[in-house]
């Protein structure tokens, strides 16, 4: 009986495992949910933390997250065999049966520790507790103003981004020491990240530096960061990034705005100092050989010289004659502009793969090389004012070129293998006064073209059928769908109502469109691609009363010698706007009567000048009023920003408005017109 009860206790201890594991997997399957939702709130204040905060995890979390993970991969073993096993496996099952008991237990204990009751996160470890010793400020009292001056700035919730410049010494990392340790110690705000960018980062590493101080996982979005007359996708674009360097370079204090031009183009310049480092560095480089203004009166040749040379500048220089085959295996940029330069040997480029870009212009050669077709790199030819080159040889092989500018040449005919450019964005040719015609489809061929230069050419634009096949003409321009830049001559008004009514001119971003003979100064719109300026002039043309206008992109507009033209703009149909004007001229129109109907000054809410010169038969500039009133009130409500007015020579002008007397604000001056002292009138509205 003593062994039977002992085999009864022995029975009893194995089978009590068996009996309760039913009920052990239940709970257990309980306690593993509870833990998971302790998991998932754990997680969703780590990620709201991350998002808002910049913070991360501190390590016995991550720890604890890495257990429960690791429970959960058990539990789901040991049900994934208990489905599996035999219940005559007796002690398999026993053993699985401890496992489940010791899993409940775990499970419970990490519940238990994932309260984390002093929190779950710390600061970046990149600038989040670290500061940098101490130094002393130079000239306290400036300094000290400029301390406080961006410290109120931080603190101001209105103010985006804070930038600190001077040239090199001044104290601007100082002041930036004594700003973070300030604000780390004082825990100011929840980050606070100190990064240094030297001139080798790349915006790929910087962006990979703040998301990791951040704790923020970029892989994700990688493609999305960085894939995009390095590859630039348009002329628009470039010059963006060109602006975008130059606006760099004058932060750094490394460039200074300069005087206006002339033609009242912007320009920058370089300090002395800076100046005078530049020319130094590179006289040590290899890479670079600078003499403009010099007397040098050959292509360097050397060729330990040459070899490693990626630029040369001999601009204004005397060198006269590129002779003979040079090995410049590296060069990439050429510039001889305004140099005396006057022929090219026929071997000079057979050695110049990697040229990208070649200027020549303002020089005195007559023809360029065949060895030209060799620069099967080349992305810009600058030829522009090279007044006695009569030819160009085929370009067929430049299939890479860019840039093609031979505006104030001498061509006759466009040269060969212009069908072959299918990557030109920009074609200059302006002042080309000896073309003698555009080939049929030559322009529309270059379907990537942007830029469209030929004012002051011999070739006029008309439609294609009065050509009868011996030219391209305005159905060519209209083919161009990536156009943004357009300054052309039509035959007359006829052709530019033509182009008008495709409505291609709605995609451009910057016009000049003339009928007859040039009468502006066009420098500042060939030289500015960002002027916006859409210029329309109509000179000695024949029109009537139908010439058609590129209404909503319009911002200037001149007619000049129009002796046929009686009145210009009538009453306005439904969907006309001419919101973007800003200036009306009127020259010599001897039928002229009036300018403009009341119709349209409900979309001139931007004129800004009104310009009559020398029309005898003018009577009222507006007419058809009606009974509104005080006639200065009223325009100066309707057109908010006209602030001149200026009459010449228009000795039956009665009025402005419907029968309203001219109020003078400047009594008759003396100008001079035609050679002949005249009265005129300044009418000044609103602030000048």
């Known amino acids: 009986m003593e062994h039977l009860g002992t085999l009864f206790e022995m029975g009893k201890a194995i089978c009590a495992p068996l009996q309760s594991l039913k009920e052990n997997e239940a709970i257990l399957d309980k306690k593993i949910e509870e833990l998971s939702c302790r998991e998932s709130d754990v997680r969703a204040e780590l990620e709201r933390a991350k998002l808002q905060y910049g913070k991360i995890p501190k390590k016995e979390v991550e720890l604890w997250l890495r257990n429960v993970q690791n429970i959960k991969d058990k539990v789901h073993d040991i049900k994934q065999k208990l489905g599996e096993v035999s219940w005559t496996h007796i002690q398999l099952r026993m053993n699985l049966a401890k496992e489940v008991e010791e899993m409940i237990k775990e499970a419970v204990e990490l519940k238990e520790n994932g309260r984390f009751q002093e929190g779950l996160l710390v600061n970046l470890l990149v600038g989040s507790i670290e500061t940098f010793p101490p130094i002393k400020l130079v000239g306290e009292t400036t300094a000290l103003k400029n301390l406080q001056k961006i410290e109120e700035c931080l603190m101001d919730d209105e103010v985006g981004k804070v930038g600190v410049y001077g040239m090199g010494g001044v104290g601007k990392t100082t002041i930036m020491t004594h700003i973070h340790n300030k604000f780390m110690m004082a825990r100011t705000f929840n980050s606070v990240i100190w990064v240094t960018v030297s001139k080798e980062s790349d915006l790929e590493e910087l962006q990979d530096r703040l998301s990791k ?6 892989s994700n979005y990688k493609d999305a960061l960085y894939g995009f007359f390095d590859e630039i996708e348009d002329t628009e674009k470039g010059f963006d990034k060109g602006y975008t360097i130059i606006n760099d370079l004058k932060d750094a204090c490394m460039l200074e705005n300069g005087e206006q031009d002339c033609f009242s183009r912007s320009c920058v310049k370089m300090h002395d100092l800076l100046r005078d480092l530049a020319i130094a560095i590179t006289r040590k480089s290899r890479q670079f050989v600078v003499k403009v203004r010099s007397n040098v009166g050959k292509f360097p040749r050397a ?3 040459m070899d490693d040379v990626i630029r040369v500048s001999l601009m204004y220089s005397d060198v006269q004659v590129l002779s003979c085959q040079s090995k410049c295996p590296m060069l990439s940029t050429l510039l001889l502009e305004r140099s005396r330069l006057g022929s090219i040997d026929h071997l000079f480029f057979e050695q110049m793969p990697n040229l990208r ?3 020549l212009s303002d020089t005195k050669i007559t023809c360029l090389p065949q060895s030209l077709s060799n620069l099967v790199n080349l992305h810009a030819l600058l ?9 160009v040889p085929s370009l067929a092989q430049l299939r890479e070129l860019r840039v093609l500018n031979l505006s104030g040449t001498s061509i006759k005919y466009l040269p060969d293998g212009m069908d072959s450019l299918t990557n030109l964005r920009c074609l200059g040719l302006s002042a080309t006064r000896s073309l003698e015609m555009v080939p ?15 004012e002051e050419s011999k070739w006029k634009w008309t439609s294609n059928d009065n050509r009868n096949g011996r030219g391209a003409g305005v159905e060519d321009i209209v083919r161009l769908m990536h156009l943004k830049k357009l300054l052309v001559h039509f035959v007359d008004s006829s052709a530019l109502s033509s182009y008008v009514r495709s409505g291609h001119w ?3 971003n910057c016009f000049f469109l003339a009928v007859g003979h040039l009468s502006v100064d066009l420098e500042g719109i060939k030289y500015n691609f960002y002027s916006r300026k859409c210029l329309v002039t109509l000179y000695e043309s024949d029109c009537m009363n139908s010439v058609a206008f590129p209404e909503s992109n319009l911002t200037e507009l001149v007619i000049m010698h129009s002796h046929n033209v009686s009145i210009y703009m009538e009453e306005p149909t439904q969907g006309d706007s001419l919101a973007n004007l800003k200036q009306i001229e009127i020259v010599h129109c001897p039928k002229m009567k009036y300018v403009l109907s009341v119709g349209w000054f409900q979309t001139l809410q931007n004129l800004e000048e009104i310009g009559l010169f020398n029309c005898p038969e003018m009577e009222e500039m507006v007419v058809d009023m009606g009974d509104i009133g005080e006639a200065n009130t009223y325009i100066t409500n309707t057109l908010p920003r006209l602030k001149r007015i200026t009459l010449s ?3 039956k002008l009665k009025s402005i408005w419907n029968g309203r007397e001219l109020d003078v604000v400047e009594k008759p001056f003396n100008s001079i017109w035609g050679g002949f002292a005249t009265p005129s009138w300044a009418v000044i509205l609103g602030c000048i």
């Open 383 to 391: 030829l522009r004012d090279c007044y006695i080159m009569t030819e």
């Open 440 to 454: 049929v489809r030559a322009i529309s061929s270059f379907s990537h073209l942007e830029e469209l230069s030929m």
């Open 213 to 218: 101080a951040l704790g923020i996982d970029l």
């Open 357 to 359: 870009v070649l200027d």
């Open 506 to 508: 709605r995609g451009l």
């Open 649 to 651: 020579r228009l000795p």
């Open 303 to 305: 060729e330990n010289l």
